[in-house]
């Protein structure tokens, strides 16, 4: 009998001891997979991070591509005419942008009335270069409005001349007049497109004055030439200003 008890009570040692191992196999096993888990959590995170990287840099280098595709690449035409010095504007048509309409009795666009200054789309290529005789109220002046709605919107006033060819051209000159006490500023800044067809414009540089416009002589007139190296039939100068531009004559050599 005391054999079976010290029997019995051997098996109860060697059965919870036993079941004190199994538990430390489970808790142990427990911490590695939660460990594993944790790492492969970051692997994920950082195959993410890594994958998202490579998205931005594909997605950025696609919108460069598609910027560069959009953007006509400007060849020297060879068979383009020379100017040889002459103004090849002189005489041609033109188009301008939408001109502000001002009432007669409150200051404001009104597009009820008549363009205030108006172009008579002879002005700006009908030879005569204004000189400081000629006063805002002359007729050889033309203006454009920076706050025309359309002006406002897009920025910018235009002057849009069909040439008739080809030419090679160096120097686009804008006549302008400076006469702050009517509100009359220079453009600030011209930028020049051009194209040889009508319909593929670049841009061929811009002009800005801006640093310069307080220096420059008040009541007078300043011819705004930008020097350009191309070839165009067409050119387009986009004009900016504070408030009002009176423009005379547009020089293309
Ligand atoms: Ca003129």
Redesign the pocket.
């Known amino acids: 009998m005391k054999k079976l008890s010290l029997l019995l009570a051997l098996l109860l040692v060697v059965s919870c001891f036993v079941l004190a191992s199994c538990g430390e196999e489970e808790e142990s096993s427990v911490t590695e997979t939660s460990s594993t888990a944790t790492s492969s959590e970051a692997a994920s995170k950082e195959e993410s991070k890594a994958e998202s990287s490579v998205v931005e840099v594909e997605s950025s280098e696609e919108e460069s591509s598609v910027e560069e595709s959009s953007e006509p690449e400007y060849v020297k035409n060879p068979d383009a005419l020379p100017t040889e010095g002459n103004n090849v504007a002189a005489g041609k048509t033109y188009e301008i942008s939408e001109q502000f309409r001002m009432s007669t009795e409150t200051w404001g666009y009104d597009e009820t009335f008549p363009p205030s200054y108006p172009d008579d789309n002879y ?8 000189t400081n005789e000629d006063a805002y109220s002359a007729a ?1 002046w033309m203006a454009l409005h920076q706050q025309t709605p359309a002006q406002t919107e897009r920025g910018y006033g235009f002057i849009k001349i069909d040439l008739g060819e080809i030419y090679e051209i160096s120097t686009i000159a804008l ?1 302008t007049l400076k006469d702050t006490e009517t509100g009359i500023t220079c453009p600030y800044k011209l930028e020049y497109m051009i194209s040889e067809d009508g319909e593929n414009w670049i841009s061929a540089g811009t002009l800005d004055i801006t640093s310069e416009l307080d220096g420059l002589a008040d009541k007078s007139v300043h011819v705004l030439t930008g020097e350009v190296d191309v070839t165009a039939r067409y050119i387009e100068v986009r004009v900016t200003s504070y408030g009002w531009a009176f423009m ?2 547009l020089e293309v050599k």
Do not use: A, I, M, W
């Open positions: 002005e700006l290529t009908d030879g005569y270069v204004p050889c006549t005379g004559e």
